[in-house]
């Protein structure tokens, strides 16, 4: 199908991109590449040079530095999210988590470098007028910090009361912020207008939301070794599957992902990739349950509903 053939090509470009901008010299420069290099589906810096394509046939060159930054946020994040302060996990990607591998002092800084370097990606790129750049970072200081990345993963900490609607607010952020930001930051490298780049932040929310659904049900019921990193995580937190049961919340999940695909209506047939890619990416996930539920049949009928709620 050439649509999987173009992910598949623009996958490559990504991973061959990061490689070699990723330095080999410390062990900060080690554990990133470690962090990585080490799987990952690319789908975020997928979404931002889908979303410029739309304004430019040949965005993926001039922007893939901008893209490859999203991907090291969302690494920096991971390393961050697996630390004992946090969730407290040892498997990431299939492998031992940052701070396992290298220690907590280089997951630390590791984490601290590949922010900077994203940064440093963005502006470094003389493809993309300072100005819209400048607009870029605001948009990545916006999707990460209190109202994006951070302010959710504050709210999961601290167990913040949830019900289906304010759930679906802070999955916004905490999920939703890195694929908002994705989304909208290919329509502003471009001189996006501002309806252009409120539908684009919609697109990605809903579709981070649909995603961590899906990835709650995965946590109750996923096979360790299929999905490559720890489960039963958040049992001590509500999730999606605590309100809605995992069928319910796979159900949900695929009702967000419409969302997504309602927000790109103003952009006609242009939005086809962006289309694509959010069936791919909550099916690909899907999947990962399947194989679980394919080793562990006796899991496929697990019904997990909080005695909390």
């Not at 062990?27 to 040079?49: D, F, H, Q």
């Not at 040949?58 to 991971?78: F, Q, R, W, Y």
């Not at 929310?205 to 490559?228: H, R, S, T």
Request: with cysteine.
């Amino acid at each position: 199908m050439e649509i999987n053939n173009y992910i598949k090509r623009r996958i490559e470009s990504i991973n061959l991109t990061l490689d070699n901008i990723l330095p080999r010299n410390s062990k900060v420069g080690e554990a990133a590449r470690y962090m990585t290099l080490n799987g990952g589906s690319r789908w975020r810096p997928l979404i931002m040079i889908a979303a410029a394509e739309m304004y430019d046939k040949d965005a993926a060159k001039k922007i893939m530095p901008n893209a490859c930054s999203i991907e090291l946020g969302h690494t920096a994040s991971l390393i961050f999210d697996d630390k004992p302060s946090m969730d407290n996990a040892y498997l990431r990607r299939g492998k031992e988590s940052c701070h396992i591998k290298f220690g907590e002092d280089i997951a630390d800084l590791t984490g601290i470098f590949l922010i900077n370097y994203a940064y440093q990606l963005n502006l470094g790129n003389k493809e993309i007028s300072p100005e819209n750049t400048i607009k870029a970072l605001r948009m990545m200081g916006k999707s990460t910090g209190l109202d994006g990345l951070v302010g959710g993963q504050e709210k999961d900490l601290k167990g913040t009361k949830r019900n289906p609607e304010s759930l679906e607010m802070f999955y916004a952020q905490k999920s939703g912020g890195l694929y908002a930001l994705a989304a909208s930051m290919g329509g502003i490298l471009y001189n996006a207008d501002k309806k252009e780049i409120e539908a684009l932040v919609n697109y990605g929310k809903n579709l981070g939301v649909a995603y961590q659904f899906i990835d709650d049900v995965l946590d109750v019921i996923g096979d360790q070794e299929e999905i490559g990193k720890s489960t039963n995580m958040d049992k001590n937190k509500l999730t999606s599957v605590h309100l809605f049961g995992v069928s319910g919340a796979v159900n949900e999940a695929k009702k967000i992902r419409q969302k997504a695909i309602d927000s790109l209506s103003l952009f006609g047939k242009k939005a086809d990739t962006l289309r694509y890619l959010s069936k791919k990416i909550v099916k690909a996930t899907e999947n990962k349950l399947n194989l679980s539920n394919n080793k562990n049949p006796q899991r496929i009928n697990t019904s997990y509903v909080s005695k909390n709620i």
